[in-house]
C-alpha cells in the first residue's frame, strides 16, 4: 500500500509562493496519475492539478493555470506543487491523491494547510 505524506503548507501573503511536496512511500507503477486537490473553508474538495507518472504530462485547473506548476522528482518519488502569485482564495487543505486518472484518487495523504493573507 503506498502511503502519501504532503509538506510544506504554511501561511503567505498575496503574490507570494509556496512549494507542497508529496512524498510516496511505494513504488509509483507507470499508471499513476498524481493528483493535488484543496478543500477551501466551507467549500467542497476541488481538483487543482495533476501529472502522470509515466510521461510527467501536466494537468492544471483553469483557476490555478499560469500560476502553479506540478513537478515530480523521479529517483524520491516526490510530486511538487509549485505556488506563485498565491492570491487568498487559494486559501485552505491541499491534498495529494494518487489514482488511474486526472481529477481522481484512492489514495490520499493527510493534507496540509495553505494560508494566503491579503
Known amino acids: 500500500q503506498v502511503q502519501l505524506e504532503e509538506s510544506g503548507g504554511g501561511l503567505a501573503q498575496a503574490g507570494g509562493s509556496l512549494r507542497l511536496s508529496c512524498v510516496a512511500s511505494?513504488?509509483?507503477?507507470?499508471?499513476?496519475?498524481m493528483n493535488w486537490f484543496r478543500q477551501g473553508p466551507g467549500k467542497e474538495r476541488e481538483f487543482v492539478a495533476a501529472l502522470r507518472w509515466s510521461n510527467s504530462r501536466t494537468y492544471y485547473s483553469d483557476s490555478v493555470k499560469g500560476r502553479f506548476a506540478v513537478s515530480r522528482e523521479y529517483s524520491k518519488n516526490t510530486v511538487y506543487l509549485q505556488m506563485d502569485n498565491l492570491k487568498p482564495e487559494d486559501t485552505g487543505v491541499y491534498y495529494c491523491?494518487?489514482?488511474?486518472?486526472?481529477?481522481?484518487?484512492?489514495?490520499w495523504g493527510q493534507g496540509t494547510q495553505v494560508t494566503v493573507s491579503s
Open positions: 491523491g494518487r489514482g488511474s486518472n486526472i481529477g481522481e484518487a484512492f489514495s
Open positions: 511505494g513504488r509509483l507503477y507507470s499508471s499513476s496519475v
